[in-house]
């Protein structure tokens, strides 16, 4: 029995590079769509340089209809060191190659064989790449350690374990500034989306998240309030992250996954701002 390949699992995303929780819903649990992703799926294919618009819209139209069961929207078709082979780029972020038609598709990394570089690894990169500055960090959870000297933004579900790991590592710093974006995913960890409120309501939500997530102790029961964690899980959706933990550094690099310490602080610390 032939089956076809779906390109909305094969391909691992830079994200998922480390063991994490995923996958994430959209918020509360729907199926939603956020709103960058809606307007992705309206707008038309673009084409970078050296690719004729024509064969943008070819490769474009005969994968969006191979694969209309699967819902999948092209954003942009580039050209390759290859001669007669294009990078296509789906709205969630994966990365493959077609002929001019796009009636035959290569999945897997792009090598230049002279040094063994993974070109597909350094576009996902660049896709991936997040303006540190424009976050929302009024709507994180804030705790500094030392000095602070160091940041990094993470988007957490305070019911996954491979979070809460991460959390038992960045006990172990000194010298950084961490802001928790609340993610949680409810079809993973039903009680998740509730815990986040509460933790958030908390008169210090700061001590709330440290106490829970590193100690195992739960909040005090408080009135629910405002919060933003149907905010930041829209947010999440609109970068394309599918699990937790997930890092954001400054210089705008996206890592996925529980790291241990040393290698945690060594990856904060060699991804700050370029300078």
């Not at 490769?59 to 001669?83: C, F, H, R, W």
């Not at 993973?188 to 958030?200: C, E, F, G, N, R």
């Not at 309030?225 to 899980?233: A, F, G, Q, R, Y």
């Amino acid at each position: 029995m032939k089956t076809k390949t779906s390109l909305r699992t094969l391909i691992p995303a830079l994200i998922l590079a480390m063991t994490a929780c995923g996958e994430v819903p959209a918020a509360s649990g729907k199926a939603a769509s956020s709103p960058v992703a809606a307007a992705a799926k309206k707008a038309a294919v673009s084409a970078g340089e050296g690719v004729p618009a024509d064969v943008a819209k070819t490769i474009a139209a005969t994968l969006e209809k191979n694969y209309a069961d699967q819902g999948l929207k092209i954003q942009n078709v580039a050209s390759t060191p290859m001669a007669g082979v294009y990078e296509v780029q789906t709205d969630n972020r994966q990365i493959v190659y077609t002929d001019a038609t796009g009636q035959y598709m290569i999945v897997g990394d792009l090598i230049r064989t002279q040094d063994g570089t993974s070109l597909t690894e350094e576009r996902r990169a660049e896709l991936s790449a997040i303006d540190f500055d424009s976050l929302p960090l009024n709507k994180a959870i804030r705790e500094v350690r030392g000095n602070g000297k160091y940041k990094v933004a993470v988007f957490s579900d305070p019911d996954c374990p491979f979070c809460k790991r991460l959390e038992r590592e960045f006990d172990k710093m000194t010298n950084v500034t961490i802001y928790t974006f609340l993610m949680p995913i409810p079809t993973l960890h039903p009680k998740a989306y509730q815990k986040s409120v509460q933790i958030w309501c908390q008169p210090n939500r700061t001590q709330a998240w440290i106490d829970w997530m590193r100690q195992g102790k739960n909040p005090p029961k408080v009135a629910d309030c405002k919060n933003p964690v149907e905010d930041s899980i829209n947010l999440g959706l609109q970068y394309g992250f599918n699990g937790t933990p997930t890092m954001v550094f400054p210089n705008g690099k996206v890592q996925g996954g529980y790291a241990p310490m040393p290698q945690l602080e060594t990856l904060i610390q060699a991804n700050q701002k370029n300078k």
